[in-house]
């Protein structure tokens, strides 16, 4: 059996998605800049997609929603282009983001950092929450831009954005945030939440790769970050990306018609299989079940260190993972389970399960069966459990 | 760089099938009692290494014959990851029906080359092979506790690279003989730096006192001051323009060369334990040893002797710090 339960990483595309993007590869294949009927014809599916996304997030057809290859550009386009405009200026001095940002805003923020920003990195409370006081607290009236992510991606936090936006709104701050992990799982309004700039990617919410946006309000809108043939209104050059555009807009459709099925009905299945996992001895999850994303679990299994549980799974078909994908390669310890000051021998021991409305209850049965055989091989192996003589100082030592 | 670095691959693709099968069915995994090692007729050791908080621990037990010095059986146990548990397991079947003198000589390359499926294909990606280092450390640790030593003494020379095994001095001579000026040279050249990356420069995944980075600094410096020499003089540095690792070896050769005889004579020694560079001044932290630590003079007449003479050998600005 294959059970793919890392959909905070990417989904699967959505068939209607699939199916609505294909005429856009062979058939209607125009530039949609030229002048003539190819372009012409791809025109009026831009445009449904494109009222679809408006529509998905709330935004006032006055404010710009400019489609982008994914959030990772977005957020370096916010970034970069507050340091060009802000920074860079003298006008102001200060960005503010939290410490458990996507490493898009992280390295971005450091980029600004080594160029002489000052940089205020947020720290989250032991429940992996941020606090909206913290934010108020480090605003100076040099601070240009707050950047917090909507939800978390690794523990599936969800930040008080609506406070954070009131108090941005209140001290005339501008206000981004990464909802790359809220579109889909939560309501997203940029207009009920005071929020002058939004950043997500389409592949996250079954949609394509390769796609997502940046949303500016209207009277806020920044330079450009790429340069070129002025599409988009001149905001983002580059030929567009039809196919994923139409993608995008299908795949926020159908994200805004499963928000109901994914609060209520996954949900509940993630509650499920979350009490049986707790259920294992030494075994701990992060933040509340109320202020998370309800697909999203990150649980840790003491004495067993996260890539072998992984390892494990994988050999039974299961994909999940430690964290964030991108860091898959590197030994690091999750930066979250660092930044909640856990106890430090569960840094490395922490595996995220993210559900998506695709995950069947025959997949989870099967996930938790395979959890139990390799928490006790596991922990049949791991030195954490393991016998010692009488007097015998462990004396484990950092190498 | 280039094609092979645009696409990560996933890691355990390069994986031997050996690994594979040593992380599925560890088997040398497990506990030596007491009782166990008694009814050998053997010695208990259990030593560890590693910590839980740094993403690997391993605890490695023996049953030792104490007359013949024979390792009878060899068990572990690990937390870590899929390479940890596959070289602890090859690690603690290398050690069997050794002598504990022997195991010592079994490396981490031992271990790696151990799981290869085929000679010439590493068993391990180059960012796991840190993960066998803790296999050969934790046999150090066993054998200097069965023969009751300190397990550093083992260490013959200072290494840098832990995964290459390459030494201090290897690195310094490479990097000279062949003028070298990057880390991927260096790579090239001793394989040194090529595998977890850690000794490249801080920031890595393990804190090092000595990285490439510096090495690579300190040759550049001294060249840059040999300019035209020819036919490699001996270059000397200016104290000041030297980096802090050099500063920190031309204070220990001037330590040996012109105060340890003088403590030693008194029975005593000293250590330096730190140095930090303090706006102008270079603050040296040191360590009274023997006779020395408690003496009175080591808070007057010694210190300023120490202090007056690595002032003059080296810099005025100079301050000794007993700790």
Redesign the interface.
């Known amino acids: 059996m294959k059970v793919y339960l890392d959909n905070n990483a990417t989904t699967i595309v959505d068939p209607h998605v699939f199916e609505e993007m294909e005429p856009f590869f062979i058939k209607k294949y125009g530039n949609p800049n030229s002048l003539h009927a190819y372009a012409g014809e791809t025109h009026p599916h831009i445009k449904t997609a494109m009222e679809r996304i408006y529509a998905g997030i709330d935004a006032d057809r006055k404010d710009s929603v400019v489609m982008t290859s994914g959030a990772t550009e977005s957020i370096n386009w916010v970034i970069k282009a507050i340091y060009f405009e802000y920074i860079v200026t003298g006008k102001k001095n200060h960005i503010i983001v939290s410490e458990v940002e996507h490493p898009a805003t992280i390295a971005s923020a450091k980029f600004l950092e080594s160029l002489g920003c000052k940089v205020t990195y947020l720290p989250i409370n032991s429940a992996g929450l941020i606090e909206a006081k913290d934010v108020r607290e480090s605003i100076t009236d040099k601070t240009a831009l707050v950047s917090v992510m909507w939800a978390n991606n690794e523990t599936g936090a969800i930040f008080p954005i609506k406070e954070i936006g009131e108090i941005c709104a209140e001290k005339n701050v501008l206000f981004h945030t990464d909802a790359v992990q809220a579109i889909g799982k939560l309501p997203v309004s940029v207009q009920e939440n005071n929020i002058d700039y939004l950043t997500f990617s389409g592949h996250k919410f079954h949609g394509p790769k390769g796609i997502g946006a940046l949303y500016m309000k209207k009277g806020k809108e920044l330079m450009p970050l790429l340069h070129g043939g002025s599409q988009m209104g001149g905001h983002r050059s580059g030929t567009l990306n039809v196919p994923g555009i139409v993608g995008m807009g299908r795949a926020m459709e159908e994200a805004v018609k499963a928000l109901d099925f994914e609060m209520t009905e996954l949900r509940t299945m993630r509650d499920a299989f979350e009490d049986e996992l707790l259920k294992i001895p030494n075994t701990f999850v992060v933040t509340p079940r109320e202020h998370r994303t309800p697909n999203t679990i990150l649980i840790s299994f003491r004495?067993?260190?996260g890539?072998?549980m992984l390892?494990d799974l994988?050999?039974a078909g299961i994909g999940a993972s430690t964290g964030s994908a991108c860091a898959?390669?590197?030994?690091?310890?999750n930066s979250v389970m660092e930044a909640i000051g856990a106890d430090?021998?569960l840094?490395?021991?922490a595996i995220r399960f993210s559900l998506s409305r695709y995950t069947t209850q025959e997949e989870i049965d099967y996930t938790l069966a395979t959890v139990l055989k390799a928490v006790a091989r596991l922990r049949?192996?791991?030195?954490?459990f393991?016998?010692?003589?009488?007097g015998?100082d462990?004396?484990?030592?950092?190498? | 760089m280039g094609l092979d670095s645009l696409v990560g691959g996933t890691i355990w693709d390069e994986y031997s099938d050996k690994v594979t099968d040593l992380m599925n069915n560890p088997q040398n995994m497990g506990e030596i009692t007491t009782e166990a090692a008694e009814a050998m007729g053997g010695k208990l050791i259990v030593a560890d290494f590693g910590a839980e908080s740094c993403g690997d621990a391993v605890r490695l037990y023996w049953a030792v014959n104490p007359n013949t010095d024979v390792i009878m059986d060899s068990k572990f146990k690990s937390f870590g990851c899929g390479t940890a548990i596959a070289s602890s397991d090859v690690m603690a079947e290398l050690c069997k029906f050794k002598t504990v003198q022997d195991a010592v000589k079994i490396t981490n390359i031992d271990v790696e080359k151990a799981m290869r499926d085929t000679p010439d294909t590493p068993s391990v990606p180059p960012q796991k092979m840190h993960c066998s280092v803790m296999a050969y450390d934790v046999i150090k640790k066993a054998a200097g506790q069965y023969l009751n030593v300190d397990s550093e003494s083992f260490e013959e020379e200072m290494i840098i690279c832990e995964c290459a095994r390459v030494s201090l001095d290897t690195l310094k001579e490479v990097i000279r003989l062949n003028d070298l000026t990057t880390v991927e040279q260096i790579t090239d050249y001793t394989k040194a730096g090529g595998f977890c990356k850690s000794c490249i420069k801080p920031g890595g995944h393990e804190d090092r006192d000595i990285y490439l980075v510096d090495l690579l600094d300190e040759y550049s410096k001294e060249r840059m001051v040999a300019g035209s020499s020819i036919g490699g003089a001996q270059p000397t540095v200016d104290f000041n323009s030297m980096t802090l690792l050099q500063k920190f070896k031309k204070v220990e050769k001037v330590i040996d060369e012109n105060i340890r005889q003088m403590l030693v004579m008194d029975g005593g020694d000293m250590e330096v334990l730190d140095m930090k560079e303090n706006g102008e001044m270079l603050d040296i932290y040191i360590t009274y040893l023997g006779s020395c630590s408690g003496c009175e003079s080591s808070s007057t007449g010694t210190l300023f002797a120490i202090e007056n003479v690595l002032k003059e050998k080296c810099d005025q600005n100079i301050r000794v710090i007993p700790v």
């Open positions: 004495g067993i260190e890539e072998s390892w994988n050999q898959s390669e590197d030994l690091e310890a430090e021998d840094a490395h021991t049949e192996i791991s030195s954490s393991a016998y010692a003589p009488e015998h462990s004396g484990l030592v950092a190498h």
